[in-house]
């Protein structure tokens, strides 16, 4: 008799979700737990601060920056070398077109576009996905609890806008298999119950898009 196929655990896994949802702690933690390498997303970015303020060509500007440095980061990412080793990555490349449909100009959108489906040929494809969902009232007092300067220019009308195309983005994804996460019900930082069953859920198959929710969850905020 032939022995069912021993569940392999994914080598490269992507965290994402809109601001203050907890992507670079949750990296974090699986990346210590898997004894994998790290890989954070970009944050500098000379133009952010003119894209608050809302000066024209600001917001182009930060975009393609941020692309720009997000392929190099991922092309340079050689998972042939680290074969015995899983990376674990606070971004996905595919999320810095949600940001540019909500922000960019048609005649920008196009142009960015061109250069978008140029680079994303050229840079390696999750395993897993994991979507930290969470609710706009609860990013905000994550928001409000961090207290980076730059993020209070952010209004309550644009963290909802980000909110609803994450969750049109990930409604229709489909290029790896997803888990996905309300943090606004759990508090994988704070509660070790909920943290130790996210991590028994990752060491079972995610085959498709799932969800997932301790079932002694209480509210994160």
Do not use: C
């Not at 809109?18 to 133009?47: M, Q």
């Not at 905000?140 to 644009?158: G, T």
């Amino acid at each position: 008799m032939v022995s069912p196929p021993q569940f392999e655990p994914p080598r490269f896994i992507a965290i994402e979700g809109p601001i203050r949802v907890g992507k670079t702690s949750l990296a974090d933690i699986l990346a210590d737990h898997l004894n994998a390498r790290r890989l954070w997303d970009i944050e500098a970015n000379p133009f952010l601060e003119s894209f608050y303020q809302g000066k024209p060509g600001a917001a182009f500007q930060a975009q393609m920056y941020f692309l720009l440095a997000r392929f190099r980061q991922l092309r340079a990412l050689d998972l042939a070398a680290n074969a015995n080793r899983a990376v674990v990555s606070d971004y996905l490349f595919e999320k810095d077109k949600i940001f540019a449909y909500i922000n960019l100009e048609d005649a920008e959108l196009e142009l960015y576009n061109r250069y978008y489906e140029l680079f994303a040929e050229q840079v390696p494809v999750p395993d897993l996905v994991i979507y930290l969902q969470g609710k706009p009232e609860t990013l905000r007092k994550r928001i409000a609890k961090k207290n980076v300067p730059i993020e209070h220019r952010i209004s309550d009308e644009y963290l909802e806008e980000v909110v609803k195309a994450y969750e049109h983005f990930f409604f229709h994804y489909k290029s790896t298999d997803l888990l996905v996460i309300q943090t606004s019900e759990i508090d994988f930082i704070d509660r070790n119950e909920d943290l130790q069953e996210l991590l028994q859920r990752l060491s079972q198959p995610v085959k498709g898009t799932q969800y997932f929710l301790p079932l002694g969850s209480a509210p994160a905020d």
